[in-house]
């Protein structure tokens, strides 16, 4: 007779393949043992011997349409499994476009779980105090600047102009947008449940919550305990362990975080555009490792740039890791955009990027980084991965990860999907010192 798997507790749904790894790595800080999969499993009839399950989605710059339907696809799954409360997860920078995605996936969350005890109402905090995204009276700031004033403004796909987070929201949604300021989350639960209530009498049914502390997102996160919904981004995810006794981040943690050992060569994918993945890039290159630019507009040109990369690599590869990189200045993106527009351009380069990925894996690459959230999804597909083992936290938001593809002969691939605007400035380098360790 096959053992029991206990239902899991909490079921996540993420709007990009980092994001997703980004939270998974907060839930195993406290000691939840979790299981990310790329999409919803195959065999949607087995069940994850799991505390909490991340089902990572690529639905943040597609047509609202479609990220919904992908999102309650995956609501649905994750219903079957049985899980007590569903988190809907989008980037710390709140990054969409006026007319979506994350109003119309929450309107239509929100919906499908309204028949739920407290199923009619929800927050949204994208707050990340740890990567320095906070919110203050509604506001939305990158360290000690807003949103509005941040790199986000210039973001090739979702420029972020307006760091009024009620009034983002309000755009997308068909539902009435309230605010929890911070001196009501700074009470305590007890606080910002009262305040819910005030909110839910007024016609609210989706709450911005202000913080700008763990200590803030710990009671957001007990504030609620009893809501079938929560949206956020990945910061959230250290309130709501607690909610079931999770909250030992020493040794529970060791526990959820254990990866098989590391072998074999190492290297990076890099896609990102972002102020951070450029600076990260650059100390790589000033540390004098080999590395190797991708020109969209050669792809474009016809050129064969993934041989070209893959024969470069072939050369340095066993000198240590090497750097392949499409990450430019946002003056460069922009030209390149205005030369074969915004959608083709990221095609290539994700197309590009992803072969280049493949070919690295089948030449024995088993250490692997990939910088950008839509060069992390091409990424994860072209290699095939379903699911996803999560280990320890190279620095906050990026865990290392434990994979399995066709393009691997059996052997296990460590990947670590980097948000583009996450990590140090050595991230690069340190990340690979760390697996050693």
């Not at 460069?332 to 590009?352: T, Y």
Request: net charge negative; hydrophobic share 45%.
């Amino acid at each position: 007779m096959s053992a029991m798997v206990a239902k899991p507790l909490l079921g996540c749904i993420a709007d990009d393949f980092t994001g997703a790894t980004d939270l998974a790595n907060n839930l195993v800080r406290s000691g939840m043992r979790t299981v990310q999969t790329i999409g919803i499993p195959e065999d949607e009839s087995a069940a994850i011997d799991a505390d909490a399950i991340v089902v990572a989605l690529k639905s943040r710059t597609i047509a609202p349409a479609d990220a919904v339907a992908q999102s309650l696809d995956a609501l649905r799954w994750l219903r079957a499994q049985g899980v007590q409360q569903v988190y809907f997860k989008y980037c710390s920078t709140f990054d969409s476009t006026p007319e979506g995605n994350i109003g119309p996936v929450t309107d239509a969350l929100l919906d499908a779980l309204s028949d739920l005890p407290n199923g009619e109402f929800t927050i949204a905090c994208p707050a990340f105090p740890e990567n320095q995204r906070t919110i203050f009276n509604g506001h939305l700031f990158v360290g000690e600047q807003l949103l509005s004033d941040s790199g986000m403004r210039n973001h090739p796909l979702t420029p972020m102009t307006d760091a009024n987070l009620v009034r983002v929201l309000q755009l997308q949604t068909k539902h009435k947008v309230g605010l929890v300021t911070y001196d009501v989350v700074a009470q305590g639960a007890r606080a910002i449940r009262e305040r819910f209530a005030a909110l839910k009498a007024e016609g609210v049914r989706i709450a911005v919550v202000d913080a700008v502390s763990n200590e803030d997102l710990i009671q957001i996160g007990a504030a609620v305990q009893d809501m079938p919904l929560v949206t956020a981004g990945s910061g959230l995810a250290i309130g709501l362990p607690q909610n079931w006794q999770f909250n030992e981040p020493g040794a529970a943690a060791a526990r959820a975080d254990r990866l098989p050992p590391a072998a074999g060569l190492r290297a990076i994918v890099s896609g990102s555009c972002s102020q951070a993945t450029n600076v990260q890039v650059l100390h790589f290159m000033r540390s004098g490792r080999a590395s190797f630019a991708v020109d969209p507009l050669a792809i474009a040109a016809g050129d064969d740039v993934v041989g070209e990369a893959l024969a470069w690599a072939g050369e340095h590869v066993l000198d240590g890791p090497v750097l392949v990189y499409a990450t430019a200045e946002w003056a460069s993106v922009k030209d390149v955009q205005a030369q074969l527009g915004v959608a083709r351009a990221g095609e290539l380069v994700e197309e590009a990027l992803s072969s280049i990925a493949l070919g690295l894996v089948e030449r024995g690459v088993r250490q692997l980084v990939v910088a950008g959230g839509e060069t992390s999804g091409a990424v994860v597909r072209e290699l095939n991965v379903r699911q996803m083992g999560i280990g320890p936290q190279i620095d906050p938001g990026v865990p290392w990860t434990a994979v399995h593809s066709p393009a691997c002969a059996g052997e296990t691939l460590h990947m670590a999907l980097k948000s583009g605007n996450f990590g140090t400035t050595d991230f690069f380098t340190k990340a690979f010192d760390q697996l050693a360790a």
